[in-house]
């Protein structure tokens, strides 16, 4: 061997000390990490909480012990000004002579930072999916002024309902289906209020996500407006209610739906008004985005992300008995998980050589907030950031076959992904959801929009095995009843296996990155394609 292929050897680490690294990732130390995160001591991980306090405590201690530095100059932490508004419970909302009762038949907020905000006499009109798609040929508020109305609208988008492929992305929800970009269209178009309605199908969650997510307090940005070019009253009813308001309004909520879904479409609602008082507690806080950087040895100005929320949903202390909304596999699990992945890489003989940085982001269930503020104001320039890799509520039902790659097409990260699940013995499968429309509902998203190419994947539907899959059958009811419920909490019961390999798996797309001067690009099909 010559003098400079000695170098060039030394410079890589062997297959040896790669699957030491590789295989030092594992379920006790994940779970022990778990434990803590979502104790009750930690209440829940509320953003401007003890529960924030005591998880960005622990981070810091983590990752100080395996050796990475701050990732925000001297600082781990990168301050997220926000602001709590938490309405009152006391609130009814009357509409045709009935008054709705809060989290039975209704939710309603606001996003304005005011004490006060409502709804007195506001005239109710269906916008359809309140979509506004110029690409798509579609505007549900076309030639409609709605100054000083409330629209009402329904979940998802268009391709749900049809299933036809042609239009929008067919079952696969968009952007355009999230609640988010409904209240943000109705805020654009002068609305007074918005309301939701919520079916289980096609929002992907049931009406008791609505009311534990959507009561309470409430995050968002503080803003020199104070919000007032949003809508005064946002909120969701039931589709129970609605088949009544429907009928009131002399109109078939199922013939209204299916009109809805074949093109552009709004009707009034009759001589229905709606109105509402929200009463708001205001506070003004800081919460924080955790970041931690491995620097590399050659090009450390060029980094590859990982990613998770710490945050959870806090404690309801009007609630009888347990209060906690634990968090445990969302997200204690991808929070756990940035830990074993980062001391894998700190076990490499030969370290990276681009830099790995590990940012824990807050506010992600008040609307992906601690990731948009990152995007707004990142640490690292979008230019020096090579990929993003997203984790969040990791598989705790055990080994599968499959990995589910939400967003499977949208760049090259893909082909990283399938090589390291196929070394495992397993392959690609697409989401497994596609009308939830996970690829705009989690942290990645923040860092596609400009222009990172950002990863999201898990375990997928198919068990490894036979013991796998009855494992499953018992234990998947539980998962399915405990998101963003009291009992998401850890139990004895979870097989971390899978989750596990996953994170290898991640691991190993990080690592080939780390020593390469490729940058993944989006795929030509891809909304977020670099220009």
């Known amino acids: 061997m010559t003098a400079e292929m000695a170098a060039k050897a030394a410079m890589i680490n062997s297959p040896e000390v790669f699957n030491q690294s590789y295989n030092s990732i594992n379920g006790e130390q994940l779970a022990e990490h778990v434990k803590v995160l979502a104790s009750d001591k930690f209440a829940g991980r509320a953003p401007s909480s003890i529960g924030e306090t005591l998880t960005l405590e622990y981070l810091t201690e983590q990752f100080k012990a395996l050796g990475l530095v701050p990732g925000n100059g001297d600082s781990f932490l990168q301050q997220v000004p926000l602001v709590s508004i938490e309405a009152s419970t006391d609130m009814a909302l009357s509409i045709g002579g009935k008054d709705y009762k809060f989290k039975e038949d209704m939710v309603m907020s606001s996003s304005r930072i005011t004490e006060l905000s409502e709804l007195k006499d506001s005239e109710l009109v269906f916008v359809g999916y309140g979509v506004n798609a110029p690409e798509y040929n579609w505007n549900d508020y076309e030639g409609l002024d709605v100054k000083g109305k409330t629209v009402v609208m329904l979940v998802n988008d268009p391709g749900f309902a049809t299933k036809n492929p042609e239009l929008f992305n067919g079952e696969a929800m968009t952007y355009y289906g999230r609640w988010t970009y409904k209240y943000e269209e109705a805020s654009r178009q002068g609305a007074e209020g918005a309301i939701i309605i919520h079916e289980t199908a096609p929002a992907s969650y049931g009406w008791n996500v609505v009311k534990n997510s959507w009561t309470g307090a409430q995050f968002g940005f503080q803003r020199d407006d104070n919000n007032m070019g949003r809508i005064a009253v946002e909120g969701w009813i039931t589709s ?59 090009k450390s100005d060029e980094h590859i992300i990982y990613s998770a929320h710490w945050d959870h949903l806090g404690t309801d202390t009007a609630l009888d008995g347990d209060q906690i909304y634990n968090g445990a596999v969302d997200n204690a699990t991808g929070t756990a998980a940035l830990i074993e992945v980062a001391e894998a890489f700190t076990k490499l003989d030969v370290k990276p050589e681009r830099s790995i940085t590990f940012l824990a982001v807050t506010a992600e269930e008040q609307g992906l907030l601690g990731s948009k503020f990152y995007a707004a104001n990142p640490v690292i320039p979008a230019n020096k950031t090579v990929a993003n890799i997203n984790m969040d509520a990791l598989g705790v039902n055990g080994k599968s076959a499959d990995v589910a790659v939400y967003g499977l097409g949208q760049s090259e990260l893909d082909n990283y992904l399938t090589k390291a699940a196929e070394k495992q013995g397993r392959v690609i499968s697409g989401d497994p959801r596609p009308a939830a429309g996970i690829y705009y509902r989690s942290d990645h998203f923040a860092f596609a929009n400009i222009g990172i190419p950002a990863l999201y994947a898990k375990s997928g539907a198919q068990p490894a095995d036979e013991a796998t899959a009855k494992l499953r059958e018992m234990l998947d009811p539980k998962l399915k009843k405990c998101y963003h419920n009291l009992c998401d909490e850890y139990s004895d019961e979870w097989d971390l296996s899978g989750a596990v390999q996953d994170m290898q798996a991640f691991f190993e797309v990080g690592y080939e990155l780390s020593s390469e001067n490729v940058w993944p690009k989006w795929s030509e099909s891809s909304e977020f394609k670099r220009q």
């Open 240 to 298: 129970e209610v609605a088949t009544e308001l429907f009928n009131k309004a002399g109109l078939n909520f199922a013939e209204a739906k299916m009109a809805a879904a074949k093109g552009s479409y709004h009707v009034d609602m009759g001589d229905l008004t709606a109105s509402v008082t929200v009463k708001n507690t205001i506070k003004k806080s800081v919460s924080n985005n955790f970041i931690a950087t491995l620097p590399g040895t050659k």
